[in-house]
């Protein structure tokens, strides 16, 4: 019975303990993201309407476009994600790294072709965050396969793999 009694108070001095350490950071100047999730964009803070710089596609829709070579596919997941799996002909463009890749990537960008993202599913805002960065660049014709990978995969369409075309 001695060890069940001390198992129970090393519950509650650990609860306890876990209570004041968080409360303890709530009140830090810049306290740890435990509770928050991570927004790259401060605008969307702000209740912006990303849709505005895209528009939706279907993946019948991509699949002809990118086989007629009308269009060039972005990904915009991390290079590790791109890595392990990527739609054919996609060119990995990580949100994150927008700014340094975006002057190697825009001879590929012109107007002759459209330009589709895609990210990991419905979920995922990384590709309406590179759409709304290229409609600042000034390209127009954005789309966004807002199924991404995930949908891909399911209906069992090719991959690549590791290597394809990234910068």
């Not at 001095?13 to 509770?35: K, T």
């Given at each position: 019975m001695k060890i069940t009694n001390l198992w129970i108070q090393i519950?509650?001095?650990?609860?306890?303990?876990?209570?004041?350490?968080?409360?303890?950071?709530?009140?830090?100047?810049?306290?740890?993201?435990?509770?928050?999730?991570?927004?790259?964009d401060p605008a969307l803070e702000a209740g912006e309407d990303l849709s505005v710089y895209y528009i939706e596609m279907d993946v019948e829709t991509l699949r002809d476009m990118v086989e007629a070579e009308m269009a060039?596919?972005?990904?915009?997941?991390?290079?590790?994600?791109?890595?392990?799996?990527?739609?054919?002909?996609?060119?990995?463009?990580?949100?994150?790294?927008?700014?340094?890749?975006?002057?190697?990537?825009?001879?590929?960008?012109?107007?002759?072709?459209?330009?589709?993202?895609y990210c990991i599913g419905v979920h995922c805002i990384d590709s309406s965050l590179l759409a709304k960065e290229l409609h600042q660049k000034g390209h127009r014709e954005i789309f966004v396969y807002k199924s991404g990978i995930e949908e891909w995969?399911?209906?069992?369409?090719?991959?690549?793999?590791e290597g394809g075309t990234s910068l």
């Open positions: 519950g509650i001095i650990v609860i306890f303990g876990a209570v004041i350490a968080m409360a303890y950071n709530q009140f830090q100047e810049s306290p740890l993201p435990i509770f928050t999730t991570y927004n790259p060039v596919l972005l990904d915009a997941r991390t290079r590790e994600h791109y890595n392990q799996g990527h739609i054919p002909k996609a060119i990995n463009l990580p949100i994150g790294e927008f700014k340094q890749l975006y002057d190697k990537i825009s001879p590929l960008l012109t107007e002759d072709k459209a330009i589709i993202i995969r399911e209906l069992g369409y090719p991959i690549e793999g």
